[in-house]
Nanobody, 124 residues
Framework: QVQVVESGGGLVQAGDSLRLSCAAS????????MAWFRRAPGKEREFVGG????????QYADSVKGRFTISKDNASKTMFLQMNSVKDEDTAVYSC?????????????????WGQGTQVTVSS
């Protein structure tokens, strides 16, 4: 199994950019589908975006489409979430997740490995 640790969160202003990283350890990173989820205060966890094990496909929530971009570097075993034009409503704890490649849609939260999360706070 892959273990994952997020980093890169912080306090930013609305309209700014931020890049989150998800560093993984374990042998199966190269064959793992991965995703970002977030949980805002008082809200349910929601899917942000995901990427297939080989980078061949990505999927995004409508709320971030066109602003956020996910990429995966198998050589460094790292996944990134580039967040542009952030909004107040992007304030949340962002967690990355991983699972061995499957036929499940990326937004289905059946992931085997989860990180502790990194806080992103957007001020207006």
């Amino acid at each position: 199994q892959v273990q994952v640790v997020e980093s890169g969160g912080g306090l930013v202003q609305a309209g700014d950019s931020l890049r989150l990283s998800c560093a993984a350890s374990g042998r199966t990173f190269g064959s793992s589908d991965m995703a970002w989820f977030r949980r805002a205060p008082g809200k349910e966890r929601e899917f942000v975006g995901g990427i297939r094990w080989d980078g061949s496909a990505t999927q995004y929530a409508d709320s971030v489409k066109g602003r956020f971009t996910i990429s995966k570097d198998n050589a460094s075993k790292t996944m990134f979430l580039q967040m542009n034009s952030v909004k107040d409503e992007d304030t949340a704890v962002y967690s990355c997740a991983a699972r061995v490649r499957s036929l499940l849609a990326l937004n289905i939260a059946r992931y085997a490995s989860w990180g502790q999360g990194t806080q992103v706070t957007v001020s207006s």
